[in-house]
């Protein structure tokens, strides 16, 4: 891989679908990949967080994901692939196909460790790893800067009364990787979101014993795919707490999930039975509000994620509420900083059509 240029207008941290589609406005509006900005990520490969997924998740068991901007220009649409496939399969080819075609010039594997303030100013930190250093550091000096680096390294774990003691396997969403981790194990699931769904889904008939715990009582809705109206509350409240600088609400509260075929079979044959959170972890299993237990050899956390912005903590953005104020992906408190992918923009269409919001503000800053 080439050294990083020491010195840049933009850069984007992140190409997953945020990160590639403000890069390729940002191209349309006549600033050059890799000179004018620079797209920075720490996957081996192409496809955003989509590398990192199971396989049993296929491009039909996904929600839909929306192509990128200008994706036609090469003949290729999410709608039209083989739903059949692993869905990280055919991100990360058509990723790489679109980044080619376009000349986006993702440097990877590079990790921003840290972007701080050098006068006026943006210095980003990077570990580009080599074969003599696994932590060899470059810096870029820049103007602004776009962070789109998603959430899934940093999945949300409710605290639970005597979580640390459990003696079993406890793994989150991104932990997951495939049924067959959990043959003939006792598994409790726990979360109201498609991915809680999906992992029973799998688990049945693997697993010895099956129980899944949630918040709330699941809201189905009876639409096939994710219905507009629900897309359109989450959205209208995940765009409410970005504004308002306040942590970001659960998606599928807003959405609910939609009653597929698939989903209705699994109700239909009782497994998919969800039970109120279960209010202890005990060393081998958990304690229901009802006194009984169930004794469990591992614990799946389909709870959620939150933004991934660790790295973005010497610019100190949070506000006292513990968000970061954000309007249509500029952040209230540095003018040189832009979200993309966060809040109203989480999801493969938001960041899509951020791509558009967030490169118009960057080239009207600089
Ligand atoms: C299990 C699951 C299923 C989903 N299914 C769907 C779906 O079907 N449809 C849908 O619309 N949405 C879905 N989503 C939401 C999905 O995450 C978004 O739609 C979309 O893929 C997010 O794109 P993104 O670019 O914001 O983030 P990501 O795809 O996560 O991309 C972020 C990129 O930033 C890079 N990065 C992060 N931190 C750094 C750093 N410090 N330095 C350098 N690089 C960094 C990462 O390597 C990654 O490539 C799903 C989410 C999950 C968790």
Redesign the pocket.
């Known amino acids: 891989m080439p050294n990083l240029p020491p010195h840049t207008q933009v850069v984007v ?7 590639l589609s403000v890069a390729y406005f940002l191209q349309r509006f006549q600033l050059e990949a890799g000179v004018d900005f620079v797209v ?4 081996p490969t192409t496809g ?3 590398q990192h ?1 199971w396989d049993a ?1 296929t491009l039909g068991s ?5 192509d990128l901007p200008g994706m036609s220009e090469l003949g290729l649409s999410f709608a039209t692939a083989d739903h059949h496939r692993p869905a990280k399969q055919v991100v990360e080819e058509y990723y790489r196909a679109y980044e080619e075609h376009y000349g986006l010039r993702v440097f990877r594997p ?3 460790m840290s972007v701080f303030n050098r006068g006026a100013d943006l210095v980003v930190n ?1 570990r580009v790893p080599d074969e003599h250093d696994p932590d060899y550091r470059e810096e870029i000096v820049t103007r602004l800067l776009v962070n ?6 940093t999945p949300f774990v409710p605290y639970v009364p005597g979580i640390r003691d459990f003696t079993g396997i406890q793994i989150s ?1 991104n932990g997951y990787r495939s049924a067959e981790q959990f043959r003939g194990m006792s598994v409790v699931v726990v979360g109201g979101g498609t ?1 809680a769904i999906g992992f029973l889904l799998e688990l049945e008939g693997v697993a010895s014993r099956l129980s899944w715990a949630t918040r709330r009582p699941v809201r189905y809705t009876d639409d096939e795919a994710l219905s507009l109206e629900g897309g359109v509350r989450a959205v209208a409240e995940q765009d409410a707490a970005a504004r308002a600088g306040k942590p970001l609400p659960s998606i599928v509260q807003g959405t609910g999930v939609a009653k597929t075929r698939r989903i209705a079979a699994g109700i239909e044959r009782g497994l998919l039975v969800e039970r109120p959170m279960f209010t202890r972890i005990e060393p081998d299993g958990v304690r229901w509000p009802d006194g009984s237990f169930t004794q469990a050899d591992a614990i799946i956390w389909a709870t959620g ?1 939150r933004p ?1 912005l660790r ?1 973005l903590a010497p610019l100190r953005l949070h506000n006292i509420g513990g968000g970061v104020t954000v309007e249509n992906g500029a952040v209230a408190a540095d003018p040189r900083i832009f979200l ?2 966060y809040g109203p923009q ?4 938001g ?1 899509s059509r951020a791509g558009r919001t967030v490169a118009r503000q960057v080239v009207a800053a600089l």
């Open positions: 941290i992140g190409a997953g679908q945020a990160g920075l990520d720490r996957g955003g967080a989509w997924r998740l996904a929600h839909r994901v929306a590079v990790e921003v990077a789109a680096t998603g959430t899934w390294r969403t991915s994620f991934e790295h993309a992918g989480a999801s493969t269409i960041a």
